[in-house]
């Protein structure tokens, strides 16, 4: 395995007060030692001052501060300098150079992490969860990226995983006693233990659909007639004026995308034409496309303006083909005589938002809201196909046994299970998973 000295700049280039440079791998004190004047990596985990200088012209470069981590006690596991340098265009980068003339070569992006994966310091799921925690973007998906960085979900795998080991020796139990007529081991006990197995990891599997829209934010489509105040909600709940409002009905035509964080969590909002038979042709072009996004949302957000909450056909036509549920408001409620029926809400007296707000993180995320902060979720596809294996091998291992198949034949379904528990966790991880995660991490991290 390679662990040769490598650098990188940990925090992002450009103006700021200080920078922080990593240097990490075998030799990496005698590389950090030929720039810092003093280093001492006989105090470990100590902040140190001290003046950067280019190894070849002595030239100084820096005044920093540096911390040596003698290995294993480090992020990689391996002898890891930290140095927080100034910030700024200049300084961090002729840092960086000086440690590269000094011995050390310039990181691959995610290579320390990599590293710390390879020297047993995380497991794949913590490293997915550092990567899950540098991109989040709302509160619900740092919650989730630190309970996972805990090893929450890689606890309940381990624990799954001992429970599989366990009924595979009551089995195993049954194969070696094959002489006795119903076998030592009662099929009523086998079935029960099978169920119980068979149903944890199906309860986890069934957290994977809102688990993945937490990472990549729920598509949320706000539709309803012309004029209904759509593109006016939409900047509500963005908090920016980017849509164009105006009196005219028929005002939005491309649909508009952008984040937005409601409620804690993270949603991908969309603005659409407002939904009426038109005879204008650009019209025409921008309801296909709010149809299509209607098609691939994870919630609608229908509006009708009040007075006209009895709906009018084409919404209703519209909304009874999307398949994703729909949350319906009753907008301009400051101009109602009474109140409305259903959820009325104002973007002139802001009435409702709030109630709206978490109405929509409700419908799209209820079943992490029920679970909490505790419970694990899976949140990635490569979870969700993994769980997927396990639950088939379960169902494969029963359907043989029922078929009256020899045991010991049987089992090796449960071994299959175990093994895709396993690629979950990361114990074996072949290198083209490894190459993928970490191309989309940081240089430095
Ligand atoms: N009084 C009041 N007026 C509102 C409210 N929300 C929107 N309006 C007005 O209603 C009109 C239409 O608002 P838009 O947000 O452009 O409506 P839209 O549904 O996006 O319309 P189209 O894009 O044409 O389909 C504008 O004149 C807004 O100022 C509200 O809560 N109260
Ligand atoms: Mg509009």
């Known amino acids: 395995m390679l662990s040769d000295p490598i650098v990188a700049l940990a925090t992002p280039p450009g103006r700021s007060a200080i920078a922080v440079i990593r240097v990490s791998g075998t030799g990496a004190f005698d590389v950090v030692g030929r720039c810092l004047r ?19 012209t002595h030239e100084q470069v820096d005044d920093v501060i540096a911390a040596a981590f003698p290995a294993p006690r480090s992020y990689t596991g391996e002898d890891v300098v930290e140095i927080s340098t100034h910030g700024g265009l200049l300084i961090p980068g002729e840092a960086v150079a000086a440690l590269v003339a000094a011995g050390a070569r310039p ?16 497991d794949l799921l913590q490293a997915e969860a550092t990567a899950d925690l540098i991109d ?11 309970r996972q960085l805990e090893r929450g979900l890689s606890s309940r795998l381990e624990a799954l995983r001992s429970e599989l080991l366990e009924f595979e020796a009551l089995i195993a139990y049954d194969i070696d ?97 407002g939904l009426r038979d038109s005879g204008d042709r650009v019209e025409k072009i921008g309801i296909a ?8 949302a994870d919630l609608v957000l229908l509006c009708r303006e009040t007075g006209c909450e009895t709906g009018d056909a084409e919404s209703e036509r519209f909304v009874a083909a999307c398949r994703a549920p729909v949350v319906e408001v009753v907008t301009k409620v400051d101009l109602a005589a009474r109140s409305p029926d259903g959820l009325g809400v104002s973007i002139v007296t802001g009435a409702g938002l709030d109630t709206l707000r978490a109405r929509l993180a409700e419908a799209a995320f209820g079943r992490l ?57 990361g114990a074996v991880t072949p290198d083209d998973v490894l190459d993928r995660l970490f191309a989309s991490f940081c240089v430095g991290k």
């Not at 003093?38 to 070849?56: E, T, Y």
């Not at 995610?110 to 047993?120: D, K, P, S």
């Open 38 to 56: 003093p280093f001492h990596a006989d105090r470990p985990r100590a902040a140190l001052r001290a003046r950067l200088v280019h190894p070849a």
């Open 107 to 122: 990181a691959q992006p995610g290579e320390f992490t990599r590293r710390a994966l390879l020297n047993g310091k995380l």
């Open 136 to 146: 989040a973007g709302a509160p619900a998906q740092r919650r989730r990226a630190l």
């Open 177 to 273: 006693f094959p002489e006795e007529d119903e076998g030592p081991v009662s099929p009523a006990r086998v079935t029960a233990a099978w169920r119980a197995v068979r149903e944890r990891i199906a309860a986890l599997l069934a957290t994977a659909p809102e688990g993945e829209r937490l990472r990549e934010g729920a598509l949320l489509v706000i539709a309803g007639p012309p004029n209904a105040g759509k593109s006016s909600l939409f900047n509500a709940l963005l908090g920016q004026e980017r849509a164009i409002v105006t009196e005219v009905p028929g005002t939005t035509r491309d649909a508009i995308e952008a984040y937005a964080v409601i409620a804690g969590f993270p949603f991908r909002l969309v603005d659409t034409a």
């Open 289 to 296: 496309v709010a149809r299509q996004y209607l098609g691939a």
């Open 369 to 425: 809201l029920a679970l909490g902060d505790v419970e694990p979720v899976v949140t990635r596809a490569r979870h969700r196909t993994a769980l997927e294996r396990a639950l088939g091998e379960m169902d494969d291992f029963y359907a043989a046994r029922e078929r009256g198949v020899d045991a010991a034949a049987a089992a090796t379904h449960l071994r299959a299970a175990v093994g895709a528990l396993d690629d979950l966790i």
